[in-house]
C-alpha cells in the first residue's frame, strides 16, 4: 500500500509477510496426517467446550430454580456462567492453535474460509467435527444428568421473553462478527512484527516504577526496612 513508507532510519517500512492464500481445494492435503490430527483436536475441544458450559448453565439452573428449594440468587450466576464460556474458549485455544488453529466453533472455520486461510476440504472437515464434537459433548451430559437434562431443557438457548425474532438475529449477527473479527486480528501476521508488541513497555515500565518507588519511600527514606522484614519474619513465626 502508499501509506507502507520507510518508517524509522534503517528499518524496513513493513517487517513482516502476509501469507499467500490457501488454495480453494487441496486434495493432496487428504494424504496428510496433520489434516486428521487437527480435526481429531477440534472434535476433542468442542466436545469438552460443550461438556463444561452446558453443565454449568443446567448447574446454575438448579441452584437457582426455586420450585425445586433452590436460592433465586444461589449458584454461580450470569457472570459465572460467564467465566464458564471465557474460561473454557481461552484455554482450549491454548490447547490447540498450534495443531488445528484453535477454530471451535464452524462460524468462524467459515470466516477464515470465505478469507482464504483455510482450505475447502479443511473447513468442512473442522465444521463436521466441531458438530459431532459438540453432540457428543451434550451427550454426555444428558448421560451423566438426565433428569436434570430434560427437566431444564439441556441449557439450550432461548430467545429471552420481550424480545423479538428480528432483535435476537441481530444480537448474534453482531456478537458473531465481534467473535470473528477479533481472531482475525489476533492471527493478522502484522501483529508478530517488531513494532506490533511495543506496548509492553507500557506495562512493564509503570510496574518496575512502582517497585522502585516503594522500596525508595519504605527503605530509604522512612528507614524501615529492618523493622518490615522482622515483621514478616515474625508473621511467618505465627
Same mark, same amino acid.
Given at each position: 500500500?502508499?501509506?507502507?513508507?520507510?518508517?524509522? $532510519?534503517?528499518?524496513?517500512?513493513?517487517? =513482516?509477510?502476509?501469507?499467500?492464500?490457501?488454495?480453494?481445494?487441496?486434495?493432496?492435503? @487428504?494424504?496428510?496426517?496433520?489434516?486428521?490430527?487437527?480435526?481429531?483436536?477440534?472434535?476433542?475441544?468442542t466436545? @469438552?467446550? @460443550? #461438556?463444561?458450559? &452446558?453443565?454449568?448453565?443446567?448447574?446454575?439452573?438448579?441452584?437457582?430454580d426455586?420450585?425445586?428449594?433452590?436460592?433465586e440468587?444461589?449458584?454461580?450466576?450470569?457472570?459465572?456462567?460467564?467465566?464458564? /464460556?471465557?474460561?473454557?474458549? /481461552?484455554?482450549?485455544?491454548?490447547? *490447540?492453535?498450534?495443531?488445528?488453529?484453535?477454530?471451535?466453533?464452524?462460524? &468462524?472455520?467459515?470466516?477464515?474460509?470465505?478469507?482464504?486461510?483455510?482450505?475447502l476440504?479443511?473447513?468442512? @472437515?473442522?465444521?463436521?467435527?466441531?458438530?459431532?464434537?459438540?453432540?457428543?459433548?451434550?451427550?454426555?451430559?444428558?448421560?451423566?444428568?438426565?433428569? =436434570?437434562?430434560?427437566? #431444564?431443557?439441556?441449557?439450550?438457548? !432461548?430467545?429471552?421473553?420481550?424480545?423479538? *425474532?428480528?432483535?435476537?438475529?441481530?444480537? $448474534?449477527?453482531?456478537? *458473531?462478527?465481534?467473535?470473528? #473479527?477479533?481472531?482475525? !486480528?489476533?492471527?493478522?501476521?502484522?501483529?508478530?512484527?517488531?513494532?506490533?508488541?511495543?506496548?509492553?513497555?507500557?506495562?512493564?515500565?509503570? /510496574?518496575?516504577?512502582?517497585?522502585?518507588?516503594?522500596?525508595?519511600?519504605?527503605?530509604?527514606?522512612?528507614?524501615s526496612?529492618?523493622?518490615?522484614?522482622?515483621?514478616?519474619? !515474625?508473621?511467618?513465626?505465627?
Open positions: 500500500m502508499a501509506k507502507d513508507v520507510e518508517g524509522a $532510519e534503517g528499518f524496513a517500512a513493513r517487517d =513482516y509477510e502476509d501469507p499467500p492464500p490457501t488454495p480453494f481445494f487441496d486434495a493432496e492435503e @487428504l494424504t496428510k496426517w496433520s489434516l486428521y490430527r487437527a480435526v481429531i483436536a477440534e472434535f476433542v475441544a466436545l @469438552l467446550f @460443550l #461438556y463444561v458450559t &452446558v453443565l454449568t448453565v443446567i448447574g446454575y439452573k438448579i441452584s437457582s426455586t420450585k425445586a428449594g433452590g436460592d440468587c444461589g449458584g454461580v450466576g450470569i457472570l459465572g456462567i460467564s467465566w464458564a /464460556f471465557g474460561g473454557m474458549i /481461552f484455554i482450549l485455544v491454548y490447547c *490447540t492453535a498450534g495443531i488445528s488453529g484453535g477454530h471451535i466453533n464452524p462460524a &468462524v472455520t467459515f470466516g477464515l474460509f470465505l478469507a482464504r486461510k483455510v482450505s476440504v479443511r473447513a468442512v @472437515l473442522y465444521m463436521v467435527a466441531q458438530c459431532l464434537g459438540a453432540i457428543c459433548g451434550v451427550g454426555f451430559v444428558k448421560a451423566f444428568q438426565s433428569a =436434570y437434562y430434560v427437566r #431444564y431443557g439441556g441449557g439450550a438457548n !432461548s430467545l429471552a421473553d420481550g424480545y423479538s *425474532t428480528g432483535t435476537g438475529l441481530a444480537a $448474534e449477527i453482531i456478537g *458473531t462478527f465481534v467473535l470473528v #473479527y477479533t481472531v482475525f !486480528s489476533a492471527t493478522d501476521p502484522k501483529r508478530n512484527a517488531r513494532d506490533s508488541h511495543v506496548p509492553w513497555i507500557f506495562w512493564v515500565g509503570p /510496574f518496575i516504577g512502582a517497585a522502585i518507588a516503594a522500596f525508595y519511600h519504605q527503605f530509604v527514606l522512612r528507614a526496612g529492618s523493622k518490615s522484614l522482622g515483621s514478616f519474619r !515474625s508473621a511467618a513465626n505465627v
